[in-house]
C-alpha cells in the first residue's frame, strides 16, 4: 500500500504558474501509473493529467493540453505537475492518484486505487 502526499498548491494570478509535487510513501512509485485529478468548487472530480509507469506515455485533459506538464521521478518517488498559464477556471482542489493495475494512466477515477489527501490551487482574475 502506498501512501500520497501533495504539496505546492496555493493562490497564484491568472497568467501564473504554480508546480504540485506528490511523495510517495510506503512503496516504490515506480510500479504505479500516476494521475493528478482535480475538484472545483460544486463541480465533479476530473480527469487532468496521467503518466505511464516509465513516464514514457503522457495523457491531458483538453482543458489543460499545452499548460501542464506531468513528469515523475521514480528514483525520488515523486511526480509533479507543472501548471502554466494558469486560469481562474483552474481553481480547485488538485489530487494525486496511483493505479497499481494498468501500465499506463487512465482517465477514469475509478481505475486508481490510492489517493492523496488534495492540495488546494486557487487563481485569482
Known amino acids: 500500500q502506498v501512501q500520497l502526499v501533495e504539496s505546492g498548491g496555493g493562490l497564484v494570478q491568472a497568467g501564473g504558474s504554480l508546480r504540485l509535487s506528490c511523495a510517495a510513501y510506503g512503496s516504490t512509485v515506480s510500479i504505479y501509473a500516476m494521475g493528478w485529478f482535480r475538484q472545483a468548487p460544486g463541480k465533479e472530480r476530473e480527469f487532468a493529467a496521467g503518466?505511464?509507469?516509465?513516464?514514457?506515455?503522457?495523457y491531458y485533459a483538453d482543458a489543460v493540453k499545452g499548460r501542464f506538464s506531468i513528469s515523475r521521478d521514480n528514483a525520488k518517488n515523486t511526480v509533479s505537475l507543472q501548471m502554466n498559464s494558469l486560469k481562474p477556471e483552474d481553481t480547485a482542489v488538485y489530487y494525486c492518484?496511483?493505479?497499481?493495475?494498468?501500465?499506463?494512466?487512465?482517465?477514469?477515477?475509478?481505475?486508481?486505487?490510492?489517493w492523496g489527501q488534495g492540495t488546494q490551487v486557487t487563481v485569482s482574475s
Open positions: 503518466i505511464s509507469r516509465s513516464g514514457s506515455i503522457t
Open positions: 492518484a496511483a493505479d497499481r493495475r494498468n501500465y499506463g494512466s487512465s482517465k477514469s477515477e475509478a481505475a486508481y486505487d490510492y
